[in-house]
């Protein structure tokens, strides 16, 4: 008894088996252009960072270009376009993100530093002593002036810092001079603090046809460790000249004349 032919059961063709492994090859394309993108993502923590966003960036076009060639499927393109899309928002947002920060602070360290400045100007030299202290232990204004006006201890702390001489200087001006922000020299991070060097100018009139100015620089430090800013000093120097600038090449002047105090010379501060 003769057997019966047997019939096939594979019905796949071998135009449908190039498909399907040239589907499987492009998905792997497509899902690097996706790594690329994600990888691109680091670029947000920081400038240190911003390599990989240009390094996924690169990855992706090369990717995409590749893909173009090949006519993927819809799927595939779509995965190549999303990794794309990626890296370009991290090579874009995280250096304008980090530069509009750092301006912001920038213009908050002026503001801190034109007003400590003339609150000694104004003769109010409890309020600039008060911005020394770190500020979770700041006391309230109220408190500030309780404490520097009405308690020895406090009493003995504002007379030594009104004999430092950039005080001195500022106080004997008796309101006569006008403080305004210079310049940024320098803004660093050290761990979540932001630390700034600026220069301030004070200008007065010596007689009515004779104006002079001298620089206050001072470093300032931003804390942002409770979620919000704030500020405090660091250090402080008179009688210095800026790094840049108009003023930079011209001579400090030795003095102002109206204080024996300010005869000393420009090397004002601790």
């Known amino acids: 008894m003769s057997e019966s032919p047997r019939v096939s059961t594979d019905f796949s063709s071998p135009v449908e088996e190039t498909s399907l492994n040239q589907y499987t090859h492009l998905g792997g394309w497509g899902f690097l252009s996706l790594f690329f993108g994600t990888f691109a993502l680091l670029a947000l923590f920081g400038p240190t960072w911003w390599v990989c966003g240009g ?22 393109r779509v995965m190549a376009v999303t ?20 301006m912001a602070i920038t213009q908050q360290s002026a503001l801190f530093g034109t007003e400590w400045v003339k609150n000694i100007l104004t003769g109010k030299p409890y309020r600039a002593l008060a911005a ?26 504002l007379k030594q810092f009104e004999n430092k001489s950039l005080v001195k200087c500022l106080l004997d001006l008796n309101g006569r001079a006008r403080t305004n922000f210079y310049q940024t020299e320098s803004v660093r991070i050290q761990g979540q603090d932001q630390i700034i060097a600026s220069l301030f100018s004070v200008s007065y009139l010596e007689t009515p046809l004779e104006k002079k100015t001298f620089f206050v620089r001072l470093v300032m430090k931003r804390t942002a460790a409770s979620g919000t800013g704030q500020w405090s000093i660091l250090r402080y120097r008179g009688g210095v000249r800026p790094r840049t600038g108009i003023y930079s090449k011209s001579k400090p002047r030795p003095g102002i004349n109206s204080s024996a105090s300010i005869q000393s010379g420009i090397s004002f501060g601790l």
């Open 132 to 157: 020394l202290t770190d500020p979770e232990i700041r006391l309230s204004e109220k408190q500030l002036k309780t404490y520097y006006l009405k308690t020895s201890k406090g009493l003995k702390e």
């Open 83 to 102: 990794g794309l899309c990626l890296s370009l928002l991290a090579i874009s947002y995280a250096p304008t993100q980090y530069y509009l920060r750092e």
């Open 55 to 76: 390094l996924g960036f690169l990855g992706c076009t090369l990717t995409t270009i590749h893909l173009n060639r090949q006519q993927p499927s819809t799927t595939v």
